[in-house]
């Protein structure tokens, strides 16, 4: 029976996939003289230009690769967010939500073994004193032919010299260079309570999951769950890197979205292989990523964490390179046995099948997701300048046309109305549109009146939003607005109420006007 209900949910799965796929290949126009940013300085330049990504504290210099998410920013994370969610949550049977503290007890921390145990080697120039960590500048030196996560502290000191790496920042080598690696612990300390003294020590969240995992067997018997049961949460972790930087992709503060599936054990490997088929299938399908940036890498056993049996990574091609975005491991039952024997209570799930009298360890598959990280691998896929035509003979050529081509679903503001003039009614008007839209569930409506027309086009194109209406003297006589589509930018003349129709909670029905585009168009 639980054979045939794993077959089943995983045709569920395909059934879903192949539905997101019909529904998304009509929310992404790509064209193949699409051209993607070149590089992350390109790409920072131009989300600070259209307040998307901002450097957090900037009147005072900034804070250590801190970002703030302007407007545009924060609304494309949160659809991004709230797509994730109502897919691996909402729509599925074998996912609840669940929201942990930040600051949890210490004891937590020494529990899990992050207090001794969670580290990343650090080495110091002797010359300059600046601190480096020593696997990323190893695998900076070899080119990505080795992996160094698993290596230990006198296999990187050796290779260090073996290599002759320099200290990046002031090029010293040898004895008055990079020194031997050691333990640096990623934990931000804090204090609890008016008295700072050793009783008070606590620790920001280094991760989400230890919240889950520490409350999954009550959850799960309170809840009366049968296994495989997630838990699901979103929320900020931190942890005191060493090197950081390339934007968003490495921070000390950044934000999580993860699972906790409890299993198990026997299932836990065919369990990992179907959250990573979902997981890719879900960045081609739903966020209409390329497949060609999208790779899996499986860890080797010398790279494996400590915690985990089995992991595979869901790498993206970054500007800078592949680099992480979605790791899916398979943790066994390493953390409920360390909470276990740490807090002295029992951590075994109970069947509520037999009335709680079969009593195990389940397994944990994690799928461990970087939003930041996913919010730069769509803004450095989608962001593309599109070619322009060819100039006639004689004619300067016009420069291409930068634009956002995220699926309508998660683009920042769904549709824009603009009134041709800022006079006679139009504006008046305009608003009045972009409030029936609003009301109808159309999120991020804005009404756009600064500039020329064409202007306001292009700067729509380059937040993303799917549909542009236009409010003209011909509106006023019969309700009819002009319609523009961001990605073929073809125009079609209809009524508000047709826009009304097309337009829904979670997004734009473009299908809908699918049919009018191909005979109304001017």
């Keep these: 029976m639980r054979a045939f209900a794993h077959a089943a949910r995983r045709q569920d799965i395909a059934a879903r996939g192949l539905a997101r796929r019909a529904s998304t290949m009509s929310a992404v126009h790509r064209l193949d ?21 901002l450097e957090s504290s900037g009147v005072y210099g900034g804070a250590a690769t801190t970002y ?124 609890i309570g008016p008295v700072q003294d050793g009783s008070s020590t606590a620790f920001l969240r280094p991760e989400t999951a230890q919240g889950a995992l520490v409350q999954g067997p009550l959850v799960l018997s309170l809840t009366r769950a049968r296994l495989p049961a997630g838990l699901a949460q979103v929320g900020k972790s931190f942890r005191n890197e060493i090197a950081v930087g390339q934007s968003l992709f490495r921070t000390r503060e950044f934000e999580q979205a993860e699972i906790q599936v409890f299993c198990e054990p026997e299932s836990s490997g065919d369990l990992l292989q179907q959250w990573v088929e979902d997981c890719n299938t879900w960045l081609v399908d739903r966020l209409g990523l390329t497949p060609s940036r999208i790779r899996r890498r499986v860890h080797e056993e010398s790279e494996l964490a400590h915690y985990a049996l089995a992991t595979t990574d869901i790498e993206f091609n970054y500007p800078f390179g592949w680099g992480e975005l979605w790791g899916i491991a398979n943790r066994g039952k390493y953390d409920l046995l360390r909470h276990e024997a740490a807090s002295g209570q029992d951590m075994r799930f109970r069947d509520p099948r037999d009335g709680g009298r079969t009593a195990f360890h389940p397994f944990v598959v ?53 009134p041709l003039m800022n006079k006679d009614g139009m504006p008046e008007r305009a608003a009045e549109i972009a409030a029936a839209l609003r009301r109808m569930g159309a999120g991020g409506v804005q009404v756009d009146t600064s500039g020329s027309i064409g202007k306001r086009y292009r700067r729509q194109d380059e937040v993303g939003t799917p549909l542009c209406v236009t409010v003209d003297y011909t509106t006023l006589e019969d309700g009819t607005v002009t319609v523009r589509c961001r990605d073929t930018m073809r125009q079609a003349r209809l009524s508000v109420a047709d826009i009304e129709d097309a337009i829904g909670p979670r997004g734009l029905t473009r299908d809908k006007l699918q049919g009018v585009f191909a005979t109304v168009v001017r």
């Design 33 to 53: 003289s699409d051209s993607p940013v070149a590089s992350m300085e390109e790409l920072m330049s131009f989300c600070r230009s259209r307040a998307i990504i």
């Design 68 to 191: 703030d998410f302007g407007p545009v920013g924060a609304q494309l994370k949160k659809n991004i967010v709230d797509m994730w969610w109502r897919d691996f949550v909402e729509n599925r049977d074998d996912v609840a939500p669940l929201d942990t503290g930040v600051i949890l007890n210490p004891a937590v921390w020494r529990g899990s073994g992050h207090v001794e145990e969670f580290t990343d080697p650090l080495t110091q120039c002797e010359t300059c004193k600046r601190r480096f960590r020593a696997d990323k500048l190893l695998e900076e030196a070899d080119g990505g032919a080795e992996h160094w996560d698993g290596k230990t502290l006198e296999e990187m000191g050796a290779a260090l010299v073996a290599l002759g790496v320099a200290c990046p920042s002031c090029g010293a080598k040898a004895e008055a260079g990079l020194g031997t690696p050691r333990p640096f612990n990623l934990l931000f300390e804090t204090s």
């Design 366 to 418: 994690e799928p461990a997701l970087g939003v930041g990280r996913l919010v730069l691998a769509v803004l450095s896929d989608c962001l593309v300048t599109e070619a322009a035509p060819a100039a006639a003979k004689g004619k300067k050529q016009a420069p291409g046309r930068l634009v956002l081509r995220v699926p309508d679903e998660i683009a920042p503001s769904r549709a824009a109305v603009l």
